[in-house]
């Protein structure tokens, strides 16, 4: 049963093999790396999507040369020594009806630094800087084009020998191959530049050395942007041309259409898009691009549920639906779709915290939601519990609400508590954030996975230790979260001072100039600076950093900072805050101690963070009853840490 997705299920065939359904995942980088090759841990996290019924995993860019080595670890797939790391990924995912292809990559001048911390040589068709990395480059010559050439060839004949399906070029997001498409970048004047064909010049000769490494039974594909979406990105009409050309050569199996570019930090946010940016808006792109060429369609692009990618195929935008953070949020996608459970899908937010936030910051790749991805060899296979505990769980957020369905999923007997009339604890002020309604999908996730594995709930019942004594649990979970941190301010009597808290719930009224002091610099000064600026009000954010949004991921940010610059929201950065009157509010510079005062402020509003509610902890202190603290209420940090805790406490009861 398909409950309405038949597109979806239906076969496709490709240069002799088949994809099974028409869901896959994009090339990502896992950072699960053994020194340059897939490790077992990268096999195990790939290895669960196919389980949960995807058609075809794509593993992430490969390195075809030296020359684009840089300190972000990639495969060197160059070096023969990858072979077997492939090969744990065929092994892991083929058996289950699951394709899989390597990508094939050159960043060019898209380089950041070396992994010995110094500025590496970065190569482009013209020596022409990079706006986001701040690199120079070096002309390519003649001879590396040929070296680098042949490491198509030879890179592709190591993913055959390793078994896998297919291989994709990754001329995508302003990398090497995009960057030879791209007048504003190449602007050579020999083979490889001078006009639209001699720019093409390089992919060609690229696509051909991969099929001759690959052998004829290999799928090959191109992955290009649709639009680059940056200042001197590629345009729609641009690629259109250059993809009429490209289907009419006879290596070629498929396009997989995205949009973005590397190069500047617009066309970066849409390499993983978030929440701010319209589920599925690159369809019509990939729409336009299949209307000109004769070769199956992937694309990918906030693709989130399986119906928008019915509708996709079903309307004939595209032809596969590159579903990868769906996929992570929740491998088990597919199946679930396929078997029409479609309620029982966690659905990704579009957060980009777990899965491409970390891997900005070097770490291996999971989910917020579901923090047992990216950890499948210690999480992956949970084990009933062999004694059923009577368990208490304390607060309805996050923490409590994982804690709770993975305990009662063990076999455990668990009661869970909220002093509220919902669940969701924070997480219901954070999706009342301008633009964020679909962050509140993680507390319709946690329900399901509650109600599905049995939690008794109580809510609007706050719990006390008179309330543990009478339930007489064999063990508590406290997971009573945080509260808005409100340090002494100086001069506040005599001013007008709320807290973010209070102007997400109605009940403050901010006046017509505000200032937001925001320490933590996240989603909170950001959102409550919109929020402020679409009501009308003059907004100053005040940020204790260098940038608003410092601590959060640069994929959910800079949209958002582009939209504050439009609405007229000033942002100061490097400033603490001191202290305020009837009409001015006095910050320090955080770097040379100097006053900043900001004048004419009918409110501040306090951004500064929270304080962890251990009001519980601190009373069973002493009465013998056995308890974990996990979430904000250990120290408040994000959904992240919450879940993951909750994940930990109850895979150990
Ligand atoms: C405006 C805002 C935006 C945010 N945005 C993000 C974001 O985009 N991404 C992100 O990762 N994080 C975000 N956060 C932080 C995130 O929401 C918290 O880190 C997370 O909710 C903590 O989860 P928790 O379960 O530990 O605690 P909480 O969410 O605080 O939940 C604790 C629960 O315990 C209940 N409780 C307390 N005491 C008792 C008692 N004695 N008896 C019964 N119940 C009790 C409370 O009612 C509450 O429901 C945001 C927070 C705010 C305020
Ligand atoms: S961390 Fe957020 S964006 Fe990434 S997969 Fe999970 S829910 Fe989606």
Known sequence: MHNGLDHLFQPLSLRGKTLKNRIFSTGHMAVMLDDGKPSKRMAAYHGAKAQGGAALTIIEAARVHPSGDSGRPAIRAYDKACIPGYAHLAEACQPHGCLVFAQLTHPGREMTLAADGTHPVAYAPSAIPNERFHVMPRQISLRLIDDIIEGFAISSAHIREAGLDGIELVASHGYLLGQFLNP???????????????RLQFLLDAIAATRHGAGENMIIGVR???????????ALDEMLEICTVLDGNSNLDYFNVTVGTSAGLAGSTHIVPPMAYEAAYTLPIAAAIKSRVSKPIFVAGRINQPQLAEQAIKSGQADMCGMTR????????PAKAQRGDLDDIRACVACNQACIGHMLNAYAISCIQHPETGRELEFGQLTSATTRKRVLVVGGGPAGMKASSIAAMRGHQVVLYDANPVLGGQVNLAQLLPGRAEFGGVITNLKRECEQSGVTIHLNTRVTTTLIEEGNPDIVIIATGATPYQPSITGAEEAHVVSAWEVLQGKANVGRRAVVADWRCDWVGLGLAERMALDGCHVRLA?????????IPQYARDAWLGKLHKLGVEIIPHVRLFGIDAEDAYFQHTLNGEPVILNEVDTLVTALGHAPDTALENALEGLGIPYHVIGDCLSPRTVEEAIYEGLKIAATL
């Open 224 to 234: 290009l942007s649709g639009e680059e979406k940056d200042h001197d990105g590629l």
């Open 543 to 551: 940020v204790n950093g260098m940038v608003a949004g410092q601590t």
């Open 184 to 198: 504003n970048v190449n602007q050579r004047n020999d083979a490889y530049g001078g006009n639209k064909e001699k």
């Open 326 to 333: 769906a996929l992570i949020s929740d491998p088990q996608m």
